[in-house]
């Protein structure tokens, strides 16, 4: 069963795509950090910036580290990548909750 925390852009639905079009990958702490970096990487070759959103301290840290091996997988290619993290309040069933957002773009 795949994890619909880091899905190929090509199986994403409308809900994670933000109202701008910018592509949102939600992270959770069980998110394998290869796997999330490689679809990081995936979604940065196609598109000029993604939206990360983590719930937790143990997703913000896959997405952290997700993020670092996301950058060594396109450093290869030529693409550099920043981000800038935020702290956002989420709807989550009816539940307000926090979450980190990181927006990576190429620079």
Known sequence: ????????????????????GTPLLRVGGASPVRGLAGSIAHALRQHEQIVLRAI???AVNQ??????????????????????PSMQDVDMEG???????MVARRV
């Not at 069963?1 to 701008?20: C, F, W």
């Not at 539940?95 to 957002?101: L, N, W």
């Open 56 to 58: 937790g301290a143990s």
């Open 95 to 101: 539940y307000g909750r926090s979450a980190v957002e």
């Open 1 to 20: 069963m795949q994890n619909v925390y880091h899905r190929k852009l090509s199986d994403v639905k409308a809900s994670h795509v933000l109202p701008d």
């Open 63 to 84: 997405a952290v580290k997700a993020v670092a091996l996301a950058r060594t997988y396109l450093a290869a290619e030529g693409i550099e990548i920043g981000v800038i």
